[in-house]
């Protein structure tokens, strides 16, 4: 194999993951494969949401990410927004993205290399907050958008628009705004529809309503949302992307939400549909059928 160069991003500060990565480099190495490995960096950070730089060249065939989900939207940050496709490996945990179980790394490797694996492209979004008449905030993220207060025992008051049409006043612990990738994460947690990942769609989900009438609304990729907090809050309010960046909002703050220009590439799993994944990581219930073709149903 020649021309051929990929990324590993690896989880943070996790001894197995670096030693998987190195591993894996030295394999493909003797495949005459190029290779440069990048630890991920520490999550939680809060107060900026400027672009995250990345060690990793240009022009690589794919990144393959060694960790978890969290690693993995680090690395679609990093490096899958601009188009690279991304190898998710799952080296434990629940892990909707990283579908790729350790001890089927070198044969999905194997079918990398061959061009025997489908890539699927994932809806990203865009937030920009506006602070007197300014720009203070612009970031993409791949899951979801939350706006909360560090003290949940207060309610947030949240004015939201579409396309400058106002839709309600949010009272509620929180607001998240999820991508269909982002579905099966914290907006799952909070009653909020599982969307299938490829769907031109977003879905906004309150946390723990005052009024239970106020219910999760999904909305096309065409939409433009506009939030403000209809009151000035006593306590500190964040927009946290992607569960990882933290923004600290101010009242008066304009958010808006809408479809970024740049999308992420997903390899499929080779073993598994997605409903299959679906199944096996929340554990449903269930009986296969065949039709009856050998007399059982």
Not at 74 to 79: E, L, V, Y
Not at 237 to 259: A, P, S
Request: with cysteine; proline share 4%.
């Amino acid at each position: 194999m020649t021309d051929f160069s990929i990324g590993i991003i690896y989880k943070y500060a996790h001894k197995p993951a670096q030693e998987e990565a190195e591993k894996l480099e030295n394999w493909l190495k003797l495949r005459n494969v190029s290779v440069f490995m990048e630890e991920m960096g520490p999550k939680g950070k809060i107060g900026g949401c400027s672009e995250e730089s990345t060690s990793l060249p240009d022009g690589l065939n794919c990144i393959v990410v060694l960790g978890g989900d969290g690693t993995l939207l680090g690395a679609a940050r990093k490096a899958g927004r601009y188009g690279v496709p991304i190898l998710g490996v799952n080296l434990g945990g629940l892990g909707f993205l990283t579908g790729i179980p350790l001890q089927k790394l070198y044969i999905v490797i194997e079918k990398l290399l061959n061009n025997q694996l489908e890539i699927e492209s994932r809806l990203m979004l865009e937030t920009k907050v506006i602070r007197e008449n300014e720009e203070v905030c612009n970031f993409h993220f791949l899951n979801d958008v939350v706006i909360n207060k560090s003290a949940l025992a207060r309610i947030l008051d949240l004015d939201v628009s579409i396309n400058n049409d106002f839709l309600t006043s949010f009272r509620a612990d929180g607001l998240i705004i999820s991508t269909p990738t982002g579905s099966t994460g914290y907006n799952l947690s909070a009653a909020g529809p599982i969307l299938y990942p490829t769907l031109s769609n977003f879905v906004l989900t309150p946390i723990c309503p005052f009024t239970l009438t106020n219910r999760p609304i999904i909305l096309p990729d065409s939409d433009i949302v506009s939030i403000k907090m209809a009151n000035e809050s006593e306590e500190r309010v964040l927009l946290t992307f992607d569960g990882q960046i933290g923004f600290d909002l101010l009242y008066g703050d304009e958010i808006r939400i809408y479809k970024s220009d740049e999308r992420i590439r997903l390899f499929k799993s080779p073993d598994q549909t997605y409903f299959e994944i679906l199944r096996t990581k929340l554990m449903w219930g269930g009986t296969t059928y065949n039709n009856g073709k050998d007399g059982s149903v």
